[in-house]
């Protein structure tokens, strides 16, 4: 089962907007999460958030760059963001969103530049 967690053990349960980009060569990209209202940022959940990360079969992908958004002082969501230096960790990062959007419904929209 693929998941998102914040804080190790909770699932994230809202579904990210995610905006990936790749570079000309294919050896480098970025993959950009935004979660609205996310549950790690519910006022009943204490445990710090301490990364972002991406579980599935083959094991686990961690990002530390999260930034939480605020609206007239109250956190609304989370950005994060995801750096992948090889083709390597590109093709690891697509089988583990190609498992994620499988089980939450999220399709792949190739928007043109």
Known sequence: ??????SRGINEEVI??????????????????IFKNP??????VSDDITG????DEEGEIIT????????NGKPEGL???HIMKS?????RFIRFMTRYGEENGLEL???KA
């Open 87 to 91: 083709s390597e960790q590109w093709d």
């Open 39 to 44: 549950k790690a940022l519910d006022q009943g």
């Open 64 to 71: 530390r760059e999260v930034k939480a958004k605020f609206l």
């Open 52 to 55: 972002m990360y991406m579980i």
């Open 109 to 111: 929209n190739k928007a």
């Open 1 to 6: 089962m693929a998941k998102i967690q914040f």
């Open 79 to 81: 950005e994060a963001v």
């Open 16 to 33: 990210p907007e995610v905006r990936l980009t790749r570079s000309a060569t294919g050896d480098s990209g970025t993959a950009t999460f």
